[in-house]
């Protein structure tokens, strides 16, 4: 299960709590899928949040990040509030830019909550050093590199071989029946 995790500073420490929203099929779910390249899913951050927005505003209103398990680790490790180009698209981003991208943030419900949002690192391109903290708690040197992961599906997709567009072909997946690679995002079903 894929959460969201809200980053808040409470009277000097830091705490975070997760987050997991229900699948919702909605109208704005074919625009959705036209900017994300994804229906709208319970393990995107966009609707956990939306909920949150919802359901628990205090803790919203209080958060310095919304991070992904895996970026709340990159964080850990290296002191940087980051995620990577797949996971923002897919949660409340657009695949053709692969940024955040403030209408399909409306159209989740969540325009006021860009602030949530850490900066979008490329891990295939960029690394950081391991911090002092990370170190400590990994017993590995600090100044190791490390690099942001994208999501298991691009991994997945890209483990089985789908680099390139053309021609278009296809791969299983756990967290869909099948992901393929081309030029154009599929018809949403």
């Keep these: 299960m894929r959460d969201a995790l809200l980053l808040r500073r409470c009277s000097g420490s830091i705490r975070a709590r997760r987050a ?55 964080f850990r490790l290296t002191g940087m509030r980051a995620t990577d180009p797949s996971e923002v698209a897919f949660s409340y981003g657009n695949f053709r830019t692969r940024r955040y991208d403030p209408e399909t943030a409306r159209l989740i419900g969540i325009p006021d909550l860009a602030r949530l949002v850490p900066s979008v690192v490329d891990g295939a ?45 296809a791969a299983p997946s756990s967290a869909r029946p099948a992901c393929t690679c081309g030029s154009h995002p599929a018809p949403m079903p």
């Design 20 to 74: 997991c929203g229900g699948n919702s099929a909605s109208p704005q779910n074919a625009a959705l899928y036209r900017r994300t390249g994804s229906g709208l899913n319970a393990c995107q951050q966009g609707p956990q949040l939306a909920w949150l927005q919802a359901n628990a505003p205090e803790c919203v209103s209080r958060a310095a990040t919304a991070f992904h398990c895996k970026d709340w680790l990159y």
């Design 125 to 169: 391109s960029m690394t950081h050093p391991l911090g002092a903290a990370g170190a400590s708690e990994t017993g590995l040197p600090a100044g190791v590199p490390v690099s942001l992961g994208y999501v298991d599906v691009v991994c997945n997709a890209l483990g089985a071989g789908l680099y390139d567009p053309a021609p278009e072909s």
